[in-house]
Each structure stands twice: as C-alpha cells, then as structure tokens.
C-alpha cells in the first residue's frame, strides 16, 4: 500500500516474522508428536526432572533439544536422566545459580546432555571424587560405554555434559 505509515510497516514487519517463527515452531511441535515414543523418552525425562526442579526452587530451568536424536536404548536414557537429576541436585544444593539449562544433542555418533548453571561455580575443593553423586552417575554411564564431565563454564558457573553411545 503507497503512503503506508513507516510505524505501520514496521508493525506489520513484526507480525509477518512473529507468524513465520510460529509456523516454525508448530512444524517441530507436530514432528515431535509425530515420532515414535522411543525417540521422544528422553526429553519427556528430562522436562519432568527439570519440571520437578522448577517446582521445588526459584532457579529458572529449562530444556533445550538442539538436534535431531537417534533412538536410544532405556538403560542409556535412564542413565542420562540420572544424571540429570544428579546435576539439577547439586545446582539446587551447591550453586546458588539464577538459572539453568538443558541441552540435548548428538555429538560423535552418540548422545549428549549438558547442563550448565550462572552459580558461583566448583571453587577450590570440587572434583567427582569429593561426592557420591558425581561418582555414581560416572559409575553407570561409563558401565554403558558413556561419560561424565564436570568443568567451569563461561558464565563462572558448572557446566556437567553426560554422553552415551547410540
Ligand atoms: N553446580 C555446581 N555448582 C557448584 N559446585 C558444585 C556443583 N556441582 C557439584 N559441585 C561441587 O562438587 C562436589 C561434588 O558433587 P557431588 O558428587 O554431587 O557430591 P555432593 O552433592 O554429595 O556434595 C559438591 O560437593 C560441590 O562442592
Ligand atoms: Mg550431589
């Protein structure tokens, strides 16, 4: 339309990108609705896990699948939410963070899982070997062919990537 207000296009501009970004997230939404329960155990585990965390403190959390995922064995799956659990545990108890989160993705041929927290970070004293948690959850993915790493972040908080094989 000639003369159209500049104010006008830009709100118009708006709107036809927000629509754009909404058709995209629906096409994933009905991709992950449409995939076999196998390939989507892994993030209902893990939002529940995270769920559960949002519930019982004020430390924003949430789950990100960055990629496509393969379809993995239960032990492998329950291997990677203990983890989880074991990680969102220790933010809860140690970080005093303000938020964290979840990622999802295939990395050399398998499937890792990142949780990474904005808290005060490991300090001097830190290492798997000073808890049980940590150790455990090291214990079982490694039984499997996977592994556990537990190091700083950019964010001066803890970063623990969990990885399985496919
Ligand atoms: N997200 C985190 N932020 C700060 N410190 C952490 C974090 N996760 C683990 N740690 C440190 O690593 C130690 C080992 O963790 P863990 O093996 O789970 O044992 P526990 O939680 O029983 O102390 C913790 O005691 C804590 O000092
Ligand atoms: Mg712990």
């Known amino acids: ?16 990108q927000q629509a754009a970004e909404t058709t995209a997230a629906l096409r994933d939404s009905l991709r992950v609705l449409s995939a076999p329960p196998e390939q989507v ?22 789950v990100i699948t960055l990629t496509e995922l393969p379809t993995l064995p239960r032990s492998h799956i329950q291997a990677l939410a203990d983890a989880v659990r074991e990680a969102l545990l ?18 050399r041929g398998g499937v890792a ?16 070997d000073t808890g049980l948690g940590l150790a455990s959850a090291f214990d079982r993915l490694a039984r499997i062919g996977g592994s556990l790493a537990v190091a700083p972040n950019d ?5 623990v990537q969990a990885w399985v094989p496919a």
């Open 1 to 16: 339309i000639p003369g159209l207000d500049q104010d006008v296009r830009t709100r118009l501009s708006t709107i036809e």
């Open 41 to 62: 155990a892994l993030g209902v585990a893990l939002r529940e896990h995270c769920r559960a965390f949002s519930d019982r403190t004020t430390i924003t959390a949430q």
């Open 90 to 107: 220790n933010v809860e108890k140690h970080a005093r963070a303000h938020s964290v989160v979840i990622s999802i993705f295939t990395l």
């Open 155 to 159: 964010d001066d908080g803890v970063t």
């Open 113 to 128: 899982v990142m949780v990474s927290d904005d808290g005060v970070g490991l300090g001097d004293g830190h290492t798997r």
